[in-house]
């Protein structure tokens, strides 16, 4: 027995003294990794740093769209319960600070289901200065002129004030709230689907990469943080014009008040829509419809509708109605364009030679065309007139015979250079690309009916790019509202240049164009459209509407529009308006767009430095409406805003210079540390300096110091779901190509 337990014991032994050895040899070889190992897995942790969204501009430096910083208030209930002497100043300062529920407080600490957890939302998005009201607090210690017992109280009650911490994060914010709101769009961290306009085209550009710091045990057992900073997001500079959509905006409610009413939610009609170009960049200036929405609660309908309606919506029909307030018409929407395309007709027609200039038609009413009778818009004819006539009288008549010379193939292949059928390709979602015939679909009648914009649809960006080629000189440019992308230090990575892509028409039949819708604004369907002072030239347009129920024309249902440019003789900004049935017993009468277009260009055109030529004689005002008091008058000078911070850094979106030459805000008190220098031109407290814009004035108008310039000589299937441009925006590759 005994020499069986001391073999027992040396077998014990030997293996003993084996371990012994293994150990000593990877303690020897590999000792510092496993050490590091077993110390990372017991004192780690990472926390994400988030990236911050670029912010988006418009041509001015006006912010539009930014990321603020803001905070989540954590509570740590494992720690707070972890002694006794951290609950009661930890509630304390939550109740006194923020104004939290104590019962609520003490629920979530005591409950058996939440308290050890470690991660307990009681606030969100509370800002840098809520923030630091609480680590004041906790920072703060007693006066030292009190006794030391009294002292030792206070600041254990400030010392025990423990498991709360800040989780760090941005919420976007949109100072301008409903200006542009259809163009910008609006992004939620929640869900990508969610995302609208400039945020959703551009949203590789705005999104950046989070950073994240690491901490661990060194060899030496002591902590260690390692930082990866995050990587922010593009900023993005727009083409659109603030003050110039302001303008648009502006009129666009005024119409809607006008003519709006509650059985049509305050709208003057069913849509209304404005693009303002740039015809010799393709740069969008303004684009506005009757729906905007504020995009800091986008979900907010009570613009729209009464708070019984909204609560009687089915689930469907509320974000059935969500998805048509957010939807951009000037780009979603396709229709008959109507009598604008009219002038794209005659500038295709000249150039492919089936017409000259000086040519002569005879409208008796309407044409008959294979087997159907198709009328001009005077049924009584507008008798003998020349090609130039045919525009200015916006002759249907004239219109189907001009056609009918250039053939079917020569008016498909124009229709495609002016880039009907396809997207533009502008930088905005979900644009539509319309409907035309092609070769094997179109036959007589839709050749006559889409010769004057009818048998056809496109979208308004479609229109205002093939118009401004036919008034530019004949090129086509690429539309488009990016216009800078910068890096989070202000530092240029791409400038988007102006891109041609094609010249459909010559100079010389462009230089004809012009002369023929100056007249057509002077003496023909478009003289309500008139500015006086300024030498514009436009076309109106007035198209019946499908019932989409029958597929029949929807009599007394019309979409009214006008596009013009001024100044003709070299034109700088093409305004084209569509009012979508107006409010009105008898729709059929674009005055409705050419008052609004008006309306508009009153003001966008002093805003733009651009001079007026034309007499201004009493006739004129009297048709028009008008008075002397109304010329060209412009209230952009007097209540011109821009953005500027104050002495306490304090961002003012609606500062002003007053009569006395005064920065006030929109109350009228000065701000502080904002003052304007010699040029004119507006100084903030942070030395940015912001150029105002000094405009004519009436006496400016009434007495032209200018010299008169010499005027320059829908299918149902059919459209290309590709763009007619090969440009898609600016993307990451675009960058790094740089």
């Known amino acids: 027995m005994q020499i069986k337990l001391s073999a027992v014991f040396a077998f014990v032994f030997v293996i003993m003294i084996a371990l012994l050895v293994r150990i000593t040899l990877l303690i020897t070889n590999e000792g510092e990794a496993y050490q590091r190992q077993v110390l990372s897995q017991q004192s780690y942790d990472s926390q994400s740093i988030p990236y911050r969204r670029g912010e988006i501009t418009d041509r001015n430096g006006i912010l539009l769209a930014r990321s603020e910083r803001v905070y989540n208030v954590i509570m740590d209930c494992r720690e707070i319960n972890s002694a006794q002497e951290y609950l009661q100043p930890t509630i304390d300062a939550l109740v006194g600070i923020y104004g939290l529920d104590e019962t609520k407080l003490r629920k979530t600490l005591t409950d058996e289901q939440t308290r050890d957890s470690q991660y307990q939302i009681l606030l969100r998005e509370i800002s840098e200065e809520d923030k630091k009201k609480f ?16 002292q030792a109280e206070f600041n254990a009650s400030r010392m025990n004030v423990r498991g709360i911490w800040f989780e760090e994060k941005y919420k976007r914010t949109y100072p301008y709230s409903n200006l542009a709101s259809t163009v910008i769009g609006f992004y939620s961290d929640q869900s990508t689907d969610n995302i609208t306009g400039i945020e959703k085209y551009y949203n590789n550009l705005l999104t950046g990469v989070n950073g994240r710091v690491f901490g661990y045990l060194n060899d030496d057992s002591e902590y260690e943080r390692t930082t990866i900073d995050p990587e922010h997001g593009k900023n993005l500079e727009l083409t659109l014009d603030m003050n110039i959509q302001k303008i648009v905006q502006d009129k666009i409610t005024a119409f809607d008040v ?23 960049t393709g740069e969008i200036l303004a684009m506005a419809t009757n729906n905007e929405f504020d995009l800091n609660d986008p979900w907010d309908m009570t613009l729209n509708y009464t708070g ?38 005659v500038s295709s027609a000249l150039e492919c030679g089936a017409v000259a200039d000086g040519d002569e038609f005879y409208c008796d009413g309407g044409e008959f065309v294979t087997d159907t009778q198709i009328n001009c818009d005077n049924i009584y004819g507008h008798g003998e007139e020349t090609l130039e006539y045919a525009i200015v009288n916006s002759c249907n008549d004239a219109l189907m015979q001009i056609a009918m010379k250039m053939g079917i193939s020569n008016f498909i292949n124009y229709q495609g250079l002016f880039n009907f059928g396809k997207r533009t390709g502008i930088d905005l979602p979900n644009e ?8 094997e679909s179109m ?34 440019y690429q539309p488009h509202v990016l216009r800078q992308v910068t890096n989070s230090d202000g530092s240029v990575e791409k400038t988007v240049d102006s891109l041609v892509l094609k010249q459909p028409i010559s100079s010389k039949s462009s230089s004809l164009l012009r002369r023929y819708l100056t007249t057509a604004v002077q003496e023909g369907t478009g003289r309500k459209s008139q500015v006086p002072g300024y030498l514009t030239g436009g076309k109106t347009g007035t198209a019946e509407k499908i019932d989409p129920t029958t597929g029949q024309r929807k009599k007394g249902s019309y979409i009214l529009s006008f596009i013009g440019a001024c100044p003709m003789d070299d034109p700088e900004v093409v305004i084209y308006v569509i009012v979508d049935e107006p409010n009105v017993p008898m729709q059929a009468d674009s005055t409705y767009a050419q008052v609004l277009f008006r309306d508009i260009a009153t003001e966008v055109y002093p805003y733009m430095g651009l001079y007026p030529t034309e007499e201004v004689t009493a006739d004129l005002l009297y048709y028009l409406g008008l008075t002397y008091d ?8 007097e209540d011109q ?13 609606d500062a002003r210079i007053n009569e006395d030459g005064v920065v006030v805000s929109s109350d009228g008190q000065p701000i502080a540390g904002v003052t304007v220098n010699a040029d004119g031109n507006v100084v903030d407290a942070y030395w940015n300096v912001i150029e105002i814009d000094h405009k004519v004035s009436a006496e400016d108008i009434l007495d032209p110091k200018a010299d008169n310039p010499n005027i320059a000589a829908p299918p149902s299937s059919g459209g290309d779901d590709g763009s007619g441009t090969s440009w898609a925006g600016v993307t990451n590759e675009d960058l790094e190509d740089e």
């Open 135 to 150: 680590e004041d607090y906790r920072n703060e210690r007693a006066d030292e002129n009190l006794k030391e017992e009294a």
């Open 641 to 653: 805003t821009f953005q500027v911070y104050d002495s306490y850094g304090t961002l003012y979106n």
């Open 443 to 476: 036959a007589e009648v839709e050749l006559s009916t889409c010769s004057f914009g009818q048998g056809f649809t496109c979208n308004m960006i479609q229109e205002i790019a093939a118009f401004s080629a036919v008034i530019n000189g004949g090129y086509y």
């Open 630 to 637: 109304d010329v060209v008058k412009s209230d952009v000078t």
């Open 432 to 439: 539509a690309s319309g409907f035309v015939y092609t070769r």
């Open 258 to 280: 006008e003519l709006g009413d509650k059985e049509h939610h305050n709208k003057g009609a069913e849509h209304v829509g404005v693009v303002v170009m740039d015809p010799d």
């Open 308 to 345: 019984a309606e909204i609560k009687n919506m089915s689930d469907e029909e509320y974000v059935e109605h969500l998805n048509e307030m957010w939807t951009n018409i000037c780009v979603s929407y396709a229709f008959e364009p109507g009598s604008t395309f009219k002038p794209v007709t």
